[in-house]
């Protein structure tokens, strides 16, 4: 919480043009991910992560990683939003990107045969997740390990020579460091992993209203 008002503060100091020369951002989902991942390795200062949800109407929402609210819809401006010339929207200096949203499916081996020895898998599907940063939890309970899924459409520093793509990360015990990843290009519309233990993908849905 003291990071997320340092970070709040830190908005209302951005010198970029204000955002009503520019409207507002589309309705959806926008995150800083890839601003906040490259921020050191580009020797800038260190960028804490922020999402925020639009909806049809203006109205705004901060979000977390897993896409759950972290306050109540707001008709207020939000604060620190501005528009760069050189990064498009930014919030408190730091650049936001619009994410594309996906449903995935997921299953997990578990702990136990089932009652023929055979391999018994925990299945779920329908699950919203987004590629800037998104994340599901997968929750294993006493049968299966607890999973973290993540989503990024990743673009490389700045002076890298890799090509952006569209990238699944599973998460075991770290939630920084990647168990293991597959990838797509980022257009794609599809990406998927098998890892033996745990396999799943997810599929680009179309752009639906908001809520708010």
Request: proline letters at 6%; a negative charge.
């Amino acid at each position: 919480m003291k990071k997320t008002a340092t970070l709040i503060a830190a908005m209302a100091l951005s010198l970029a043009v204000p955002a009503a020369a520019h409207d507002m951002p589309e309705p959806g989902i926008w995150t800083n991910t890839e601003d906040a991942y490259f921020a050191e390795e580009e020797g800038r200062e260190p960028v804490e992560w922020l999402g925020i949800e639009i909806g049809e109407n203006g109205s705004w929402r901060y979000i977390d990683a897993f896409g759950n609210a972290q306050f109540d819809w707001s008709d207020t401006p939000i604060p620190g939003l501005a528009w760069s010339e050189e990064h498009g929207w930014e919030i408190g200096g730091s650049e936001i990107r619009m994410a594309s949203r996906f449903a995935c499916w997921f299953a997990v081996r578990k702990h136990e045969p089932d009652e023929n020895g055979e391999e018994d898998w925990t299945f779920q599907r329908g699950l919203p997740i987004f590629d800037q940063g998104g994340r599901i939890f997968l929750d294993g309970g006493d049968e299966a390990p607890d999973v973290t899924m993540r989503l990024r459409n990743v673009t490389w520093a700045e002076g890298s020579t890799n090509n952006p793509v569209l990238v699944l990360y599973v998460h075991r015990d770290d939630s920084v460091r990647a168990e293991s990843y597959s990838w797509a290009a980022p257009d794609s519309d599809i990406v998927g992993i098998n890892l033996r233990w745990v396999q799943g993908g997810c599929n680009r849905v179309a752009s639906e209203e908001p809520a708010g």
